[in-house]
Nanobody, 121 residues
Framework: QVQVVESGGGLVQPGGSLRLSCAAS????????MGWYRQAPGNERELVAT???????NYADSVKGRFTISGDFAKNTVYLQMNSLKPEDTAVYYC???????????????WGQGTPVTVSS
């Protein structure tokens, strides 16, 4: 069974930094995209950043210039470096994997359980 596991969340002061990691495991033929979404209390889940195996990145406007996503697809792992954190970045961060099990099949999605990030003084 394919799954992703996040790590690296926690409590940080405004202006601080955190680095999230997400590792995918299981049997799959090809990964297309990995990334991060987040959900704050009372809000819908929203895109933070994604990266493709072709190293194409996409960021939410609210994190551009502060967050950097990178993928090590030899290790099926994606990282999110978060700098200059703000209280409004407080949310549960979810890892996302878009992959194909076998040649000729459609792409599937897998979500992690989430890791909480709290930005507060």
């Amino acid at each position: 069974q394919v799954q992703v596991v996040e790590s690296g969340g926690g409590l940080v002061q405004p202006g601080g930094s955190l680095r999230l990691s997400c590792a995918a495991s299981g049997r799959f033929f090809r990964i297309r995209t990995m990334g991060w979404y987040r959900q704050a209390p009372g809000n819908e889940r929203e895109l933070v950043a994604t990266v493709t195996t072709g190293d194409i990145t996409n960021y939410a406007d609210s994190v551009k210039g502060r967050f950097t996503i990178s993928g090590d697809f030899a290790k099926n792992t994606v990282y999110l470096q978060m700098n200059s954190l703000k209280p409004e970045d407080t949310a549960v961060y979810y890892c996302y994997l878009n992959y194909k099990r076998q040649l000729g099949e459609v792409y599937l999605e897998v979500w992690g359980q989430g890791t909480p990030v709290t930005v507060s003084s």
